[in-house]
């Protein structure tokens, strides 16, 4: 029968090019998630530094996902790409047309390079002059951030290519941002401050990925803030994308609260260590924990389904 109907290879099953298109809460996917080991879905989760798993028996491709804000780069390979302005000038123009622009053209470069995933555009806010990272952010108001940061979102995905708005959320400060720092803020200035850049983004321009962020908000890791992440960033605001982490550089980046809190993937340069303790973490919980790393594993393949590698 034709039409809509999935096609089933004589040894292979469900292929993922069967799921392209396929509504996230279709049962198909439960089908297809049906085929993946444990292993496997530890080895998604865990892998998600720059390249993604390959799973060639059931189609799954490899995708490559790219910094920065300011055009392509590889830390470890040699890669000629355009040098934009960075973002503080981009931010100056007050022009979301620019901005679109300028996403558009990324996504061109990235196409042709092989590049599915692009880590922008940075979203945090300006703190002080000082701040080490302000040159990969728009500005210090949240309003110009979040529209400026729309419009490069739309420009890159709309040709395309999938964006990745970072880092969610609070990630202000360079000064012990890769230890673990552990940042206070009232729910006021959550809202008002921090949260509105990536809120706007959402609602205008339906990203397709979020990273998470480094820092411990409140005492609590920001990529395995369950509160953050599936209550305000998916549950209030309608985020149906993936989460990643940003580089896992220390133990309080722990992939057992990435999975329960709703964090995808791992940025993870180091992957067996990831992978075995998230395996210990299953054998201890295999209901519960299993659960929260199918859920982790379905948003995956749901967008590695919706990237170029698919296409």
Known sequence: MEGDAPTYGAENGLQLADMVGVAYDDPQWDAFLDQLTLDEQVDLFSQGAYSSLEIDRLGIPSITMLDSPAGLNSLFSELTSAAYPNEAV???????????????????EALAYGVDVWYAPGMNLHRTAMGGRDFEYFSED????GKMAAAMVSGSEDNGVLTTIKHFVLNDQEVNARSGINVFASEQALRELYLEPFEISVKDANPSGAMSSFINLGGNWAGGNEDLLQEVLRGEWGFDGFVSTDAVLGGWMNPELAARGGNDWMLAVLTTATANTMKSAVDDDPVGLGEALRDRVHTILYSVAQTPSMS
């Open 90 to 108: 981009v931010g100056s123009t007050w022009n979301d047309e620019l901005a679109y622009a300028l996403g558009e053209s990324v996504a061109g």
């Open 142 to 145: 949240p309003y110009l951030t």
